[in-house]
Nanobody, 128 residues
């Protein structure tokens, strides 16, 4: 029951710009599953920023990105996206996509400990 997760779409952008990250999951298909986006800046803990319940499309965001980032999915492509607008230098980090392999509790939807399968990460750099 293993999933492989792969991100793409990182890069460098000036403050105020936009980027879209993509995450494709392959392997076992869970009937109920959450996919999440996380990021880790140098010297900081890995932070959960957005999650989506694949079955219903319900989405959840950290306060740090609410109103600027949008998580979405394309079920036909088994792909989850993170549209990032109004980027700030403090958004600079390695961004990771992850699959929970199930349904986390409501308090753990953005907790890295609730996610089993991780991509390698993609660098996002925002310059001022």
């Amino acid at each position: 029951q293993v999933q492989l997760v792969e991100e793409s779409g990182g890069g460098s952008v000036q403050a105020g710009g936009s980027l879209r990250l993509s995450c494709q999951a392959s392997g076992y298909e869970y009937s109920s599953n959450y996919m999440g986006w996380f990021r880790q800046a140098p010297g900081k803990e890995r932070e959960g920023i957005a999650a989506i319940y694949r079955r219903s499309g319900a989405v959840y965001y950290a306060d740090s990105v609410k109103g600027r980032f949008t998580i979405s999915q394309d079920n036909a492509k088994n792909t989850v996206y993170l549209q990032m607008n109004s980027l700030k230098p403090e958004d600079t980090a390695i961004y990771y996509c992850a699959s929970a392999g199930g349904v986390p509790s409501s308090s753990n939807r953005l907790s890295k400990d609730a996610y089993k399968y991780w991509g390698q990460g993609t660098q996002v750099t925002v310059s001022s």
